[in-house]
T-cell receptor, first 116, second 114 residues
Framework: NAGVTQTPKFRILKIGQSMTLQCTQD?????MYWYRQDPGMGLKLIYY???????DKGEVPNGYNVSRSTTEDFPLRLELAAPSQTSVYFC???????????????FGAGSRLTVL | RKEVEQDPGPFNVPEGATVAFNCTYS??????FFWYRQDCRKEPKLLMS???SGNEDGRFTAQLNRASQYISLLIRDSKLSDSATYLC???????????????FGKGTHLIIQP
C-alpha cells in the first residue's frame, strides 16, 4: 500500500516553462488536494477535488490548473512558471464523513520546485 | 479572515522534560482540530486529533478550549525523536464534508536537546 505518491521530488524550471506535478493515491479516497508550503508559512490550499471529474479552487489557485479524470490521479499543471511559484508542493488525500478517520490528510512526500 | 496562530519557537527543551504549546484560532464555528507533525524536509503526518473532552496518546496529550478558542499539545518525557515542527490544523467545515476547510498554522519548531 503506497499511500500518496508524488513525482518528481525535485525540479528546476526556467521562467515561462510549463510542467506537471503528478500525484496518485491507492487508498480509494474521494478527496484529493494540492498544497504549497513556503518557508516559515503554513500550508496553502491550491486546488482540491471531491471526486473524479470535479475540481475546485482553494486559497491560492492563480497560475495553476488541475484535472481529476480518475479517483486515483490528481495532476497539478503549471503553465507559465514564475519565481513566485518556487515552493514545496504537497499532494494529499482524505475521505469525507463523520467517522474518526475522516478528513485526516495523508500527504505525499512533496515536490520541491525552483523557478529561476 | 480565518487565522490559526502558533508560536513559531524554536522551543529548546532538554531530553526528559515536559513541553507544552498552544494554538489559537479565530473562527468560533470551527468543527474539528488536529495536530500534525512535520520532520525537516518531510511531509506532515497526523499526530493526533483533538477531541472536545481532551485526549491522550502515550506521552502526548491534546486539549481543546472552545470558550477561549485554543488547542494545546503537551509532550511528557520528551525524546530526541520528538524534535520536529508541530502544525496546528483547524477544520472550519464545508458543505461537502471534506478537508477543504482546513486551515494550517505555521508550526511550532521543537528541538529536544540531549
Amino acid at each position: 500500500n503506497a499511500g500518496v505518491t508524488q513525482t518528481p521530488k525535485f525540479r528546476i524550471l526556467k521562467i515561462g516553462q510549463s510542467m506537471t506535478l503528478q500525484c496518485t493515491q491507492d487508498m480509494n479516497h474521494n478527496y484529493m488536494y494540492w498544497y504549497r508550503q513556503d518557508p516559515g508559512m503554513g500550508l496553502k490550499l491550491i486546488y482540491y477535488s471531491v471526486g473524479a471529474g470535479i475540481t475546485d479552487k482553494g486559497e491560492v489557485p492563480n497560475g495553476y490548473n488541475v484535472s481529476r479524470s480518475t479517483t486515483e490521479d490528481f495532476p497539478l499543471r503549471l503553465e507559465l512558471a514564475a519565481p513566485s511559484q518556487t515552493s514545496v508542493y504537497f499532494c494529499a488525500s482524505s475521505y469525507a464523513g463523520s467517522s474518526p478517520g475522516a478528513n485526516v490528510l495523508t500527504f505525499g512526500a512533496g515536490s520541491r520546485l525552483t523557478v529561476l | 479572515r480565518k487565522e490559526v496562530e502558533q508560536d513559531p519557537g524554536p522551543f529548546n527543551v532538554p531530553e526528559g522534560a515536559t513541553v507544552a504549546f498552544n494554538c489559537t484560532y479565530s473562527n468560533s464555528a470551527s468543527q474539528s482540530f488536529f495536530w500534525y507533525r512535520q520532520d525537516c524536509r518531510k511531509e506532515p503526518k497526523l499526530l493526533m486529533s483533538v477531541y472536545s473532552s481532551g485526549n491522550e496518546d502515550g506521552r502526548f496529550t491534546a486539549q481543546l478550549n472552545r470558550a477561549s478558542q485554543y488547542i494545546s499539545l503537551l509532550i511528557r518525557d520528551s525524546k530526541l525523536s520528538d524534535s520536529a515542527t508541530y502544525l496546528c490544523v483547524v477544520n472550519e467545515g464545508t458543505s461537502g464534508g471534506g478537508a477543504d476547510g482546513l486551515t494550517f498554522g505555521k508550526g511550532t519548531h521543537l528541538i529536544i536537546q540531549p
